[in-house]
């Protein structure tokens, strides 16, 4: 099978979880995307979503799938996104897509997490995925020092084909820190957190998943955290 194939197969595995009559939370990349696909085969099932992205609201929109705004809901039973690592704890680093700040907020009022990944995605331990950071763009070179000095090797993203800086829908930078070996993501959260000028960092560590739906060539694998 394909890693488009396997994605496909998480996907549609993740239908089995969404409440109808419901909001349901949707993340951002390439996995969630063929997750988008699917809910808009059963969007008659469902209330709506809230997006954690502008590319995900616009698919979501694309299939006649309501996006409401975060402030306009109470609670969401589930949220759907991919990763680019998993651990067995749950614990992800996330944000290759750029939009770890805003998945971190939807997470966080949501009931369940249900991650979608291909199985190259479930690693011993965090960090041969450079970790995103997102910082206000004033602090980046402040940032990069006080990341620096924790180990690892930050680098500003930058857009494809040029050397302007990447921003993300929140008007901020994001720094992929290289060469940090995540032996405790929980506490690297916090340290991160606690650095003046990060808006977040894409360590899903505190608030990691509940389950993960595992593509693999033998089919779904279902992780309980
Ligand atoms: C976006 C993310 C994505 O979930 C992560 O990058 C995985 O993407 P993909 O499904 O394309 O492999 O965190 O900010």
Redesign the pocket.
């Known amino acids: 099978m394909t890693q488009d194939e396997l ?1 496909q197969a998480v996907a549609r595995a993740a239908i089995d979880y969404v409440v109808d009559g419901e909001i349901i939370g949707v ?6 995307n063929f997750f988008i696909d699917e809910l808009g085969k059963i969007k008659e099932r469902i209330k709506g979503a809230v997006a954690s992205s502008e590319a995900t609201a616009s698919r979501l929109r694309g299939h006649g799938i309501a996006v409401f705004d975060l402030n306009d809901v109470e609670s969401i039973s589930v949220y759907v ?4 690592e998993i651990d067995a704890s749950g614990a992800m680093i ?7 700040t805003r ?1 971190k907020i939807v997470a966080s009022v949501s009931g369940k997490f249900v991650c979608i990944a291909d199985g190259s995605k479930l690693v011993e331990t965090l960090g041969t995925f450079p970790l995103p950071v997102e910082v206000i763009p004033m602090a980046a070179a402040a940032v990069t020092r006080r990341l620096a000095a924790l180990g690892g090797q930050p680098r500003l993203r930058t857009r494809a084909g040029s050397t302007d800086a990447f921003v993300t829908d929140n008007g901020g930078y994001i720094l992929d820190v290289a060469g940090l070996s995540i032996v405790d993501p929980v506490a690297l959260e916090t340290t991160i957190n606690q650095i003046v000028g990060v808006i977040a960092v ?1 360590l899903f560590a505190q608030r990691g998943a509940d389950v993960c739906l595992l593509g693999t060539g033998e089919g779904v694998r279902t992780l309980r955290f």
Do not use: V
């Open positions: 994605k993340g951002t990349g390439s996995t969630a996104d991919g990763a680019d996330k944000g290759g897509g750029a939009a770890l998945e894409g």
